[in-house]
């Protein structure tokens, strides 16, 4: 078992059989690790403020794994590559290739593509009645060894329409960091294009489909 990364709220380790392990660490670490990773961005949080982000990140993967956990049953689970839950807020999943990574080398018409398949995949986490709320299509989001998007990182989602709603309106997929550090040209372009016709309110309303907790 070899760490392969961490976030804000897991290490992440490759079991070596096509799946990882997540799993949660202390509250001291997270301090220490999201603390460094903001003055590496120039962006310090406060005591405070790094305090609050545990706390809400932590209420946020609790949540999200309680509605899979009820939920397993009426949702295709490959969406979030095939979990295992395990104790806690821990679990496994399959071992994807991240967007991130997968922009890094692809051509323009194949980074468009990857784009493509990231909208149609919110289409169908409404369909199951969540849909993401920070957007960080880079690093939450991947490609699984079929070819499939997915996202791996499910630990801040909405699973009521009216929330979605307010992020639909506010475009929040634009004030994120990882579009904001997207290389200029056109592929952002192309992916501002795109969100813009496919993630709205009309779209919501025909897909989104709402399963009671």
Not at 69 to 88: E, H, R, S, V
Not at 98 to 116: A, M
């Amino acid at each position: 078992m070899q760490k392969i990364g961490q976030g804000w709220q897991y290490i992440v380790y490759d079991l070596g059989n096509d799946r990882v392990l997540k799993k949660k660490y202390s509250a001291f670490s997270k301090f220490f690790f999201i603390r460094s990773k903001q003055i590496a961005k120039g962006q310090p949080y406060s005591f405070k403020e790094i305090i609050c982000a545990i706390y809400r990140v932590n209420r946020k993967a609790r949540q999200s794994i309680q509605y899979f956990k009820i939920n397993g049953q009426k949702i295709n689970l490959q969406l979030i590559a095939n979990p295992k839950f395990l104790d806690g807020i821990n679990y496994e999943q399959d071992k994807v290739t991240s967007l991130s990574e997968l922009l890094k080398s692809c051509s323009i018409s194949e980074g468009k593509e990857l784009f493509n398949q990231y909208a149609k995949f919110i289409h169908s986490t409404w369909r199951y009645g969540f849909s993401d709320t920070i957007f960080n299509f880079l690093g939450n989001n991947g490609i699984n060894k079929n070819g499939d998007m997915v996202q791996s990182d499910f630990g801040e989602l909405a699973f009521r329409r009216e929330e979605v709603k307010q992020f639909i309106e506010n475009k929040k997929w634009l004030d994120t960091s990882c579009y904001k550090t997207f290389p200029e040209g056109e592929l952002k372009e192309y992916f501002k294009d795109l969100m813009g016709k496919e993630i709205t309110e009309e779209k919501l309303e025909k897909f989104f489909k709402p399963i009671l907790l």
